[in-house]
């Protein structure tokens, strides 16, 4: 008798008589997906059942409490912390919310750095049904107020350490809510701030009853994730509840056990990070933390913790393969590596240096509707777009052609997106298989931001699509590649960087009467560097103590990773008939002072500026490009 899959294949064409041999021999790229259906058949039942029991992600950290009281969750800084012991934090934590009386889906947001304080913190407040935003700690003046305001927080908990107390100190004037600081007690708090200690200390440990979160929806909101995005400040991605079910599966594409140890150096407010932590909550492993990444330690530290999961970045694999070769290279205990971002042109280097069995290498979006996995170990994809997984899937995707002036899917005569051929970059855009999750939108914000992100009727009336902002490929096997990003965001070390929020930052200066923002390539480094070509106002001329200024100016208002690299003076702003900026140009001449006839400048942290680049030290600059 025929399977269920050969079922559906025979199904697929029509005849029962077509057997799966004569399918796989027509369409050699059927193999992959009957492959990519094994893994997923059971993460979508798993998925499903606690879709359909209301397990939430506080409900699987307290399954996995119950079940592995003793056994470490996270070890940090070599020290094991119990999911007894964080259970216990997170009581207490939960019995100092309670008394704020925020009514269930309310805000709370929380600047912390890597640290087991960030889960108990978190989980504190789901047990009493607050959704916590994960604030960037990069973010400095109007970008981290934005992301505090724009998360509708009743109340901020700052981690410990001075330069994020700094930060919040610095804006502390405009924020009218409670302020929790971690790391000061007693005498020692600061004037305007209560200290999370002193509470922690005096609280009860009394379990909340979970009655007190009865009201959970799969909609109710769970986290806010922030994002770069065409506003030019920090956007608030929904990630609720039903959605964080999902968020805790990731890691069963690797038949995850509680026997695992995942390693993490990725900040806990990124969603790769987040994705790691709820799967190890979901099954009872172990999350091996680091403040935040080192390459001369990152193996060590797997050998040490005896780590079988490791995650990555793009970026992450090329410093690791910058640091001197050892013997102990190949010398521990991973069985796969997941991430995103991994270059090909780096991938089998990698693996063969440091002897990885298994890369998966994946693709999504903290606020996207679907998500691909490369499970095959094929170079350079992130996953399979083929018609028959696409015929199967509940929510379709598509790569469809796009207009790189609007930036958005070009239409043919009946006013429908034209989907891509083979080997044809494109634009992603996602369905949505259950709408009701994304009822709230994409992002908090309001209709208009959310509604930037909808492709609708795209095939037919009525339909709606996310669109991911992304351009993608897939070759003669279905195989998906990423191409590059669309629009106003580029990334750089593992971060996306808003155009609009650096031009508008470099605005901020008084000699300064535009900014043109954009990404360029530098040879042995991944994703795009920042650069900006700047025009200074009319009764300004240019002279170079006007460089320090801009650094200092940017140092001061911007992340590390979004501080422009290079600069450019220009005499006039090239702008499209729509009033936009013209960047292609610019990107394609990037830094090479050969076609740039402009005066062009780098960015210099040791003296504190930005210094000459022409063509007599351009390749003394590229030789230890490794930035």
Same mark, same amino acid.
């Given at each position: 008798m025929p399977s269920t899959r050969d079922k559906i294949l025979m199904g697929l064409g029509g005849v029962a008589g077509v057997s799966v041999a004569a399918w796989q021999t027509m369409f050699p790229w059927l193999k992959y997906d009957l492959q990519y259906m094994k893994y997923g058949k059971g993460i979508g039942q798993r998925l499903a059942q606690d879709v359909a029991k209301g397990r939430y992600i506080?409900?699987?950290?307290?399954?996995?409490?119950?079940?592995?009281?003793?056994?470490?969750?996270?070890i940090f800084e070599d020290r094991e912390y119990t999911y007894e012991f964080i259970n216990e934090q997170a009581k207490k934590v939960a019995n100092i919310a309670y008394e704020w009386n925020f009514q269930i889906g309310e805000t709370v947001a929380l600047v912390c750095?890597?640290?087991p304080a960030f889960a108990w913190t978190f989980l504190g407040l789901q047990k009493v049904g607050l959704a916590v935003a994960f604030i960037n700690y990069n973010n400095k003046g109007k970008p981290l107020l934005h992301s505090i305001t724009v998360s509708k927080a009743k109340a901020l908990i700052i981690g410990t350490g001075d330069e994020l107390f700094h930060s919040v100190e610095e804006i502390r004037p405009e924020l009218n809510i409670p302020l929790y600081l971690y790391g000061t007690s007693g005498n020692n708090v600061h004037e305007g701030y209560i200290s999370m200690d002193d509470l922690l200390l005096n609280a009860p440990g009394a379990e909340i009853c979970r009655s007190c979160r009865s009201s959970f929806t799969l909609v109710t909101p769970c986290i806010y994730i922030f994002t770069s995005g065409t506003t030019g400040l920090p956007k608030p991605a929904i990630l609720n509840q039903g959605k964080c079910i999902g968020y805790s599966k990731f890691l069963q594409i690797g038949m995850v056990t509680p026997e695992d140890r995942v390693y993490t150096t990725t900040p806990l407010y990124h969603s790769a990070a987040t994705l790691a932590l709820f799967s190890v909550m979901d099954t009872g492993a172990t999350m091996v933390l680091r403040i935040r990444f080192s390459a001369s330690h990152y193996f060590e530290e797997c050998r040490r913790h005896k780590v079988t999961i490791a995650q990555y970045i793009g970026e992450l694999? &090329?410093?690791?393969?910058?640091?001197? /070769?050892?013997?102990?290279? %190949? !010398?521990?205990?991973? *069985?796969?590596?997941?991430?995103?971002?991994? &270059?090909?042109?780096?991938?089998?280097?990698? #693996? =063969?240096?440091?002897?990885?069995?298994?890369?998966?290498?994946?693709f999504g979006a903290s606020e996207g509707t679907v998500a691909f996995v490369n499970t095959w170990g094929k170079v350079g994809a992130c996953g399979r777009l083929s018609p028959f997984l696409n015929r199967l899937a509940p929510a379709k995707s598509y790569l469809v052609r796009y207009d790189p002036n609007t930036e958005t899917p070009l239409r043919n005569k009946e006013g429908r997106c034209i989907p891509c051929k083979i080997g044809e970059p494109g634009l992603l855009i996602g369905g949505m298989a259950n709408p009701a999750l994304f009822k709230d939108g994409f992002y908090l914000g309001g209709k208009a931001i959310n509604e930037k992100k909808y492709v609708r009727n795209a095939f037919q009336e009525g339909d709606a699509f996310f669109n991911y902002g992304d351009l993608m490929y897939v070759d003669k096997d279905y195989f998906l590649y990423f191409k590059d990003r669309v629009g106003? =965001?580029?990334?750089?070390? +593992?971060?996306?960087?808003?155009?609009?929020?650096?031009?508008?930052?470099? =605005? %901020?200066?008084?000699?300064?009467?535009?900014?043109?923002?954009? %990404?360029?390539?530098?040879? +042995?480094?991944?994703?795009?560097?920042?650069?900006? %070509?700047?025009?200074?106002?009319?009764?300004?001329?240019?002279? =170079?103590?006007? $460089?320090?200024?801009?650094?200092?100016?940017?140092?001061?208002?911007?992340?590390?990773?979004?501080?422009?690299?290079?600069? *450019?003076?220009?005499?006039?702003?090239? $702008?499209?008939?729509?009033?936009? #900026? &013209?960047?292609? /140009?610019?990107?394609?001449?990037?830094?090479?002072?050969?076609?740039?006839?402009?005066?062009?400048?780098?960015?210099?942290?040791?003296?504190?500026?930005?210094?000459?680049?022409?063509?007599? !030290?351009?390749?003394?600059?590229?030789?230890?490009? &490794?930035?």
């Amino acid at each position: 008798m025929p399977s269920t899959r050969d079922k559906i294949l025979m199904g697929l064409g029509g005849v029962a008589g077509v057997s799966v041999a004569a399918w796989q021999t027509m369409f050699p790229w059927l193999k992959y997906d009957l492959q990519y259906m094994k893994y997923g058949k059971g993460i979508g039942q798993r998925l499903a059942q606690d879709v359909a029991k209301g397990r939430y992600i506080i409900d699987m950290f307290e399954d996995s409490v119950e079940k592995f009281p003793k056994k470490p969750m996270i070890i940090f800084e070599d020290r094991e912390y119990t999911y007894e012991f964080i259970n216990e934090q997170a009581k207490k934590v939960a019995n100092i919310a309670y008394e704020w009386n925020f009514q269930i889906g309310e805000t709370v947001a929380l600047v912390c750095q890597n640290s087991p304080a960030f889960a108990w913190t978190f989980l504190g407040l789901q047990k009493v049904g607050l959704a916590v935003a994960f604030i960037n700690y990069n973010n400095k003046g109007k970008p981290l107020l934005h992301s505090i305001t724009v998360s509708k927080a009743k109340a901020l908990i700052i981690g410990t350490g001075d330069e994020l107390f700094h930060s919040v100190e610095e804006i502390r004037p405009e924020l009218n809510i409670p302020l929790y600081l971690y790391g000061t007690s007693g005498n020692n708090v600061h004037e305007g701030y209560i200290s999370m200690d002193d509470l922690l200390l005096n609280a009860p440990g009394a379990e909340i009853c979970r009655s007190c979160r009865s009201s959970f929806t799969l909609v109710t909101p769970c986290i806010y994730i922030f994002t770069s995005g065409t506003t030019g400040l920090p956007k608030p991605a929904i990630l609720n509840q039903g959605k964080c079910i999902g968020y805790s599966k990731f890691l069963q594409i690797g038949m995850v056990t509680p026997e695992d140890r995942v390693y993490t150096t990725t900040p806990l407010y990124h969603s790769a990070a987040t994705l790691a932590l709820f799967s190890v909550m979901d099954t009872g492993a172990t999350m091996v933390l680091r403040i935040r990444f080192s390459a001369s330690h990152y193996f060590e530290e797997c050998r040490r913790h005896k780590v079988t999961i490791a995650q990555y970045i793009g970026e992450l694999a &090329r410093y690791l393969l910058h640091v001197p /070769e050892s013997p102990e290279d %190949g !010398n521990h205990c991973i *069985r796969f590596m997941i991430g995103n971002g991994l &270059r090909s042109d780096i991938w089998e280097k990698f #693996q =063969t240096r440091f002897k990885i069995p298994k890369i998966i290498e994946f693709f999504g979006a903290s606020e996207g509707t679907v998500a691909f996995v490369n499970t095959w170990g094929k170079v350079g994809a992130c996953g399979r777009l083929s018609p028959f997984l696409n015929r199967l899937a509940p929510a379709k995707s598509y790569l469809v052609r796009y207009d790189p002036n609007t930036e958005t899917p070009l239409r043919n005569k009946e006013g429908r997106c034209i989907p891509c051929k083979i080997g044809e970059p494109g634009l992603l855009i996602g369905g949505m298989a259950n709408p009701a999750l994304f009822k709230d939108g994409f992002y908090l914000g309001g209709k208009a931001i959310n509604e930037k992100k909808y492709v609708r009727n795209a095939f037919q009336e009525g339909d709606a699509f996310f669109n991911y902002g992304d351009l993608m490929y897939v070759d003669k096997d279905y195989f998906l590649y990423f191409k590059d990003r669309v629009g106003d =965001t580029f990334r750089w070390k +593992g971060e996306n960087v808003s155009t609009n929020e650096v031009a508008n930052i470099l =605005t %901020g200066l008084p000699f300064i009467q535009d900014a043109n923002v954009y %990404g360029v390539e530098v040879p +042995g480094n991944d994703g795009r560097a920042g650069m900006a %070509g700047i025009l200074l106002k009319k009764n300004v001329e240019f002279h =170079t103590d006007l $460089l320090p200024k801009i650094y200092h100016h940017c140092e001061e208002n911007l992340p590390h990773y979004a501080q422009p690299l290079f600069l *450019r003076f220009i005499k006039e702003m090239p $702008l499209t008939v729509t009033h936009k #900026q &013209r960047k292609v /140009e610019y990107v394609k001449e990037a830094f090479n002072p050969a076609v740039i006839t402009d005066p062009l400048f780098r960015i210099s942290p040791e003296t504190k500026t930005y210094v000459p680049l022409n063509t007599e !030290n351009i390749a003394q600059f590229l030789a230890k490009a &490794r930035l």
